[in-house]
């Protein structure tokens, strides 16, 4: 049983971690058991100083600027205490699956029979995860239709079949990223706004440089004030270049710019930023459409990557979302943010089952460190834990 | 703007029409796909419940109307019912009478709390106020910079503190220099947090305590699915809300959120962002999101809209011109360059009932705002007389727009064909069929 594989990881931390209990529900991969290192900003020793590339004539006065606020930033991550990481963790996803679990097996108690009520209840607690009306309908249909062919008799059968119907629904193959040797690698982050998508590069960049990868972020939100800066300082945070214009500028320069640059400076890796916009704006989505292209252009079978930022707290919505970032851009993965909360992301079912579009990562927080690897077996497990035996 | 709903709305209202009788099983089927269309624009499940438990109850009671037709009759109660839910009357800000007012912006990570706080200092400050912004998100980076950029683009105050700073400080710093340099409203930016995290929530409720706002509004995102009623809920009942600011209604969001927050809370959504720049702050008005969520289209909106926009005379020449069908292109665009005026054309067009009925490669082609200018340019590049009858326009003179105006002459063509169309529309809706008659008109054609 999955739970308890998860045990066996605790041992295999040092005592001084003894805090960090790792949730046995827990659904990211736990890929590194040693001791994670001080979340401080390691300064990279070839990035040079000035942060800025140099063809860019604003260059020295944007850095001036933004020093201020990169000198408060060491401060705010020491700040951000390790132990409540793994507590914010199990205080939001417990939640998330207390409910989840706790409203499935509400139903269970008193139940000698599978009537229509059950299965009417059972739907609305999916929907009420935000799996969606149509995707719920379809997944109690199946499982009504399961338990009128014999394959489910008892109630307490529910929760495992239900377990592996989403289980397999939310399998959609590889989750790791594509980062093929020897080539340059363009990752594209796109959303709609607000979703994360500058906090999420910040923390995939730091776990890409813990990997030993050089990475160099592109400030491509031009449009969001002060986004750039933002971006600026995860840089600073996790000690990779970034690379930036002006307000206003145009993205796909920024972009552009930043391949250049990491080739010069012989970089793996090139994180493009991009400003939120909504799925429903023509104009915003063909600019979106240009930036790719440009980046297929400038470098032969890339983006690699082009992952969509999802808030977890979204609706419907989503849905559409991307699907229209899909046929814009060719998603390659998505990363779900705001895990940490209460919502519990039941329209990735729908995204999943729809567009067949993996989810790679998982956002659970402010912190540095707050970036699982998505794993939908574990994620199955965790909402829905079947007694077995 | 919550087309999606309008639409599945106005599907079920259509299959209803033209039957003589409103049994109870036509109201279960209504209900039925009521529930689900609710359900689909992230009403949350136990307001969707309640929601139709009222209207049966109140439709299978009266069941049969004859003044109404089933359809108009289950609008009626479906209606009456979310105008109920929504609540009643407008909702308006709360002035304090010993200045500065202190306004709270507080919301989850990304719900848009800092655009809306510049969203709504740019808006008082045209009702002739004097707002401060403060910036008390110290969490985020460049969150104050952020806020520095937006005020110094309004030209309001923004008062800053460093990030390593509490927020209690900034605030009480921030609301000693409001009151020495005069300003006479406070808008308090915080950090984004999660209604689940206590730690967080304390914060704010210590920032809460000394500041003393007058109005707490809680930013809620648009795009917010069954989630909306805990967040909306722990707010209230750990931090005390006034009001509700519904961000990034510009997407294709069915906007469910707002029933559900609303109902949860009772505390009425006062504004509404439907866009990124800081003008694109809106009151809220209950009734007529109601009406736009039932399909019936924002009527009120856009007269209102159009008033402010649009010179009286004009309007009731053109108005002329279409009862009487001596619509020209010269007056076509006319209208185009009013329109334009008034605003993003995408936020216009969700306001016009029956819009959401349109086909879809309609509503792209109007909804492009490039493509507007193109029929701009091609109509700029026919001569007045042209533009007065344009059926002199042969494929000599189509080659010459085409070339006046950068474009080819299929374009021209598409514009014509588009001309005769909405004339013959016009011709229908004007037509004078007595009782069919539309009960306004359109200040352009579509």
């Known amino acids: ?389 | 703007m919550f087309e999606s709903l309008q639409e599945r709305l106005g599907e079920i209202f259509r299959k209803l029409r033209g039957r003589g009788k409103l049994t109870e099983d036509d109201v279960n089927a209504v209900l039925r796909e009521v529930r689900m269309a609710l359900l689909e624009a992230d009403v949350n499940l136990n307001v969707v419940r309640e929601f139709t438990k009222k209207v049966k109850e109140k439709a299978v009671g009266e069941a049969v109307w004859k003044s109404l037709t089933p359809g108009q009759l289950v609008i009626k109660y479906v209606r009456d019912e979310l105008v109920n839910l929504m609540g009643g009357d407008e909702p308006r800000l709360e002035m304090s009478q010993d200045p500065p007012t202190v306004i709270m912006m507080v919301g989850l990570h990304g719900s848009g709390k800092t655009t809306s706080s510049a969203k709504l200092a740019r808006y008082l400050k045209s009702k002739g106020r004097h707002p401060m912004l403060v910036a008390a998100d110290l969490h985020r980076p460049a969150a104050i910079t952020q806020l520095q950029v937006l005020g110094k683009q309004i030209d309001v105050p923004v008062f800053a503190m460093g990030a390593q700073e509490k927020p209690l400080s900034v605030a009480r710093a921030g609301l000693k220099a409001a009151i020495s340099q005069g300003n006479d409203v406070v808008i308090m930016d915080t950090a984004g947090r999660l209604h689940i995290d206590q730690e967080l929530m304390d914060e704010l409720k210590e920032v809460r305590d000394y500041v003393k706002p007058h109005e707490v509004l809680l930013v809620v995102d648009a795009m917010t699915g069954q989630d909306a009623v805990n967040i909306a809920e722990q707010f209230n009942t750990q931090i005390g809300v006034d009001g509700i600011v519904l961000s990034k209604l510009d997407g294709d969001a069915r906007g469910g959120a707002a029933l559900s927050v609303r109902f949860v809370t009772g505390k009425p959504i006062k504004f509404i962002g439907v866009g990124e720049k800081t003008d694109a702050l809106e009151i809220f008005h209950p009734d007529r999101l109601v009406s736009r969520i039932l399909g019936m289209g924002d009527v009120l909106g856009l007269i209102e809209k159009a008033e402010v926009e649009l010179d009286k005379e004009k309007m009731e020449e053109m108005q002329k011109k279409l009862l009487t069908q001596t619509f020209t292109l010269e007056d076509f665009l006319d209208q185009l360059q009013q329109i334009k005026k008034m605003g993003p054309i995408e936020n216009l067009l969700g306001m016009i009932p029956g819009f959401s009925g349109m086909p879809k490669q309609a509503k792209e082609f109007v909804a492009d705002e490039r493509e507007l200018t193109k029929i701009e340019a091609i109509i700029q590049s026919m001569t007045p007389s042209e533009r007065r009858n344009p059926a002199i326009i042969n494929a000599g003179r189509k080659r010459r727009i085409a070339r006046g105006s950068g474009t080819v002459p299929a374009d021209v063509n598409r514009l014509l064909k588009q001309y005769d169309a909405s004339k013959k529309m016009m011709k229908q809706l004007t037509g004078g069929k007595g009782k069919k008659r539309m009960p306004f008109n359109l200040p352009f054609p579509l």
């Open chain 1, 1 to 389: 049983m999955w739970l308890f594989k998860k045990e066996e990881h605790k041992e295999e931390k040092p005592a001084a971690e003894e805090k960090k209990k790792s949730p046995s529900w827990q659904f990211w991969k736990k890929d590194e058991p040693e001791k994670r290192p001080e979340p401080k900003p390691e300064s990279a020793p070839s990035v040079p100083e000035d942060i800025v590339v140099a063809e860019i004539p604003e260059a020295e006065t944007e850095t001036a600027a933004n020093e201020t606020a990169i000198e408060e930033t060491p401060a705010v991550v020491e700040e951000e205490p390790k132990l409540s990481f793994f507590e914010k963790l199990k205080k939001g996803l417990g939640k998330t699956r207390d409910k989840f679990i706790g409203n499935i097996t509400d139903l269970l108690p008193g139940r000698t029979k599978l009537d229509e009520d059950f299965w009417d209840e059972l739907e609305e607690t999916l929907i009420l995860s935000d799996v969606g009306g149509m995707t719920s309908a379809k997944i109690v249909d199946d499982m009504r239709d399961k338990s009128k062919r014999g394959r489910i008799k008892e109630p307490s059968e529910v929760l495992k079949v239900l377990r592996d119907n989403l289980a397999e629904i939310m399998d959609k193959g590889d989750t790791s990223l594509k980062i093929p040797e020897g080539e340059l690698v363009i990752i594209l982050v796109v959303g709609v706004n607000g979703t994360g998508k500058t906090t999420s590069i910040g923390k995939l960049a730091y776990r890409l440089k813990k990997e030993g990868r050089k990475v160099i972020l592109a400030a491509g939100d031009t449009f969001r004030a002060a986004a750039s800066e933002q971006l600026q300082i995860w840089g600073q945070r996790v000690g990779a270049e970034v690379i930036r214009h002006n307000e206003g500028a145009d993205p796909a320069a920024v972009i552009f710019d930043a391949i250049k640059a990491a080739r010069s400076r012989g970089a793996d890796i090139v994180i493009a930023d991009t400003a939120g916009r909504l799925h429903s704006k023509v104009n915003l989505m063909e600019e979106l459409k240009k930036i790719r292209r440009i980046i297929g252009r400038e470098v032969e079978g890339a983006p690699q990557e082009v992952l969509l930022v999802l808030d977890a707290t979204t609706g419907q919505n989503a849905l559409q979302q991307a699907r229209v970032f899909k046929e814009a851009v060719d998603l390659t993965g998505i990363v779900i943010t705001k895990m940490d909360g209460s919502a519990k992301g039941g329209i990735l079912f729908a995204i999943s089952d729809e567009l067949k579009i993996p989810v790679k990562f998982v956002g659970l927080g402010e912190g540095i460190e707050d970036l699982e690897t998505f794993d939908p077996k574990l994620f199955m497990d965790a909402l829905i834990q079947v007694e077995e035996g």
